[in-house]
Structures are given as structure tokens and as C-alpha cells.
């Protein structure tokens, strides 16, 4: 069993004195990884959406080491993750590997039965708070639905001569590829939208000349 201290410096630190000093009420550590951020790393939810947290390289490699059995400590919970979602992301990786949490400054630890209770409230208080979000999400579709606005992506557009386009390539005179570019769509739009207009594609005659495969 190896026990794992984790710290966290923010741009407003210049050291680790605050959190070790937290820390060493505790001691013996067989090993202690230390993240920082900069200006180029903000919290979490200074980032863009598609980004899923700040770039903490050393939790990450200290996530890789745990085994079953073993602890990690931080000074507090804003110092271990950066939202409820981040925390529970890492710590379904913490509970995969059977490795228990203890946070300082909230008297949290998992290994205990008070912060095993305390751990499934959260997750209660988490799943409520997605269940909300999602009937929110539902009820602003609905609302806009009933407004008359579209909903998801805007249909893609096609030109005025489309169905001229279509006939040309359903009886063979250009291929799919020369329809699509003249239709200025990506040949499976192209082909998508003309099979909603009726149009079907030529038969397989083999190559034609200057033509090459229709589907090509």
C-alpha cells in the first residue's frame, strides 16, 4: 500500500509551504506530484467546452501508478479537482483501481464509514443536478420547437438547378462525384438528398468513357 500526496499551485503561488505544511500533518509519503497552473492552463471552467479539464499532467501519472489499496491525500478538495464533474471523473478511476481519497480541509476520507455516506450523497446530489440539467435541456427543445425554430444542425442547402443535377447524373450523363461538385455537396448529401427527391442512380454499365464509375 503506497500513500500519495497530490498539491496543486495556482498562478497566485509562488510555493508549496501552504499545502505542506497541511500535508506534513500527515507525512511518510512514498511519493508527492505537484501540478501548476499558468496562464496558458486556467481552471476548468475558464476553458472551452470541448476541453474536459485543465492539463494536470502529474495526477494523471500519479492516477496511473495507484493499486488497490493504496491512499492519496490533498490539502483540499479545490486543490484535488477543479468542478463535482472533474472530481467524480477521477475518482471513478480512483474506485476502478480500489485507491481511497482523503481531503484535509473536509475532513473527507473514503476509507471511513462517514465519508463513504458522505461520498454517496454526492453522487445523489450529482445525479439530481444531471437529471436537472437534462429536464432543462428538454424543456428549452420543446420551447424552441414551439416557437418554430429548428432544432440541431441547419438543413443543408442545395442549389436552384438541383433536380436538372439529378436528372443528369440518374440517367447516367455525369457521374456521382461531377453531380456532387457541381451541387457543391459532399457525394453523400448529394446522394442523400436526391434519393428524398425520387431520383435513383444509373445502372452499372461498367466505365464510360471521360465518364469513369458513376459512384466514384
Known sequence: MARYAYMLLDQTEKDVSRQAMQLDTIGGFDKIFVDRL?????????????????????RQKMI??????????AAAADRFCDQSRDFFEVFFEFEQRGTDLVLLE??????????????????????????YQSERKKQGIEAAR??????????VAIPAQ???????????QINGREAARRAGLRSTSFYKKAAELGFKAPPRT??????GNDEG
Open 106 to 131: 473536509e475532513n473527507f476520507d473514503t476509507r471511513s464509514p462517514a465519508g463513504r455516506q458522505s461520498l454517496r450523497m454526492l453522487k445523489t446530489f450529482a445525479r439530481l443536478d444531471y437529471l
Open 64 to 73: 496511473d501508478l495507484l493499486v488497490a489499496g493504496d491512499v492519496v491525500y
Open 162 to 172: 438541383f433536380r436538372e443535377i439529378c436528372q443528369q447524373w440518374s440517367s447516367g
Open 38 to 58: 499558468s496562464a496558458h492552463s486556467p481552471r476548468r471552467e475558464q476553458r472551452p467546452r470541448r476541453e474536459q479539464r485543465p492539463r494536470r499532467e502529474q
Open 206 to 211: 461498367g466505365p464510360q468513357p471521360g465518364l
Open 146 to 155: 414551439g416557437q418554430g425554430r429548428r432544432i440541431g444542425r441547419p438543413p
